[in-house]
């Protein structure tokens, strides 16, 4: 008897990633390493992220932080990679965003939805995932920095705290958003995408 095929069109990743190491490296070669680092991992909407956490790592004099953020990204991007399977797709392809808000439901609590929602209300960083690139040299491709179009993301509404993302240049409709968890404990950042 041949079993049945799982009945949903679901990809998982995992990934996980030593912050002690991400922490060695961010001093290496005088800072040299971390600017190469981010060019080559992260696309434009991300760097600009990358940039303001490397900001306040400098005013607070402490890289622990940023290797903690560095790592959660790092794994994220590691796991969207497991989790889309089979398309071929590049660091610039997938984009971690900081967040967008997450409403509660009442039939995630005992109570009524009020009292649930003051406890349960976060902001939930997600990975969209755009289609692989054309062209295999990033300097030819004008777009190898594109975001999804806001049209294409969930209606969630937005908050003070941390607005969805705005629009921008080379919007790509065909992008998608994946479920992310990203998780820091002790030495180790690890994330799980859930992506079709």
């Known amino acids: 008897m041949v079993p049945k095929a799982f009945p949903y069109p679901l990809g998982v990743g ?64 590691e796991a969207a990679f497991k989790a889309v399977g089979t398309r071929r797709l590049s660091w610039h392809d997938i984009t971690i965003c900081d967040g967008r808000p997450v409403q509660p439901t009442t039939d995630r609590c005992s109570g009524s939805g009020e009292a649930c929602g003051s406890i349960v209300r976060q902001i939930k960083p997600y990975a ?13 491709n004008p777009s190898a920095n594109r975001v999804c179009a806001e049209d294409t993301l969930p209606s969630i509404p937005e908050t003070e705290e941390e607005p969805l993302m705005e629009a921008q240049d080379g919007w790509d409709s065909e992008c998608q958003v994946a479920e992310l968890s990203i998780s820091h404990d002790g030495d180790y950042a690890t994330a799980v995408v859930l992506a079709v």
């Open 14 to 77: 995992i990934d996980i990633c030593h912050i002690p190491r991400v922490q060695s490296l961010i001093t290496r070669d005088g800072g040299k390493w971390l600017s190469r680092f981010a060019k080559r991992i992260f696309n434009d909407h991300e760097r600009n992220a990358f940039k303001r956490k490397v900001d306040a790592s400098n005013n607070s004099r402490d890289n622990r932080l940023l290797a903690q953020w560095l790592a959660g990204r790092f794994a994220a991007k």
């Open 128 to 140: 969209l995932i755009h289609p692989p690139r054309r062209s295999p040299s990033p300097s030819k």
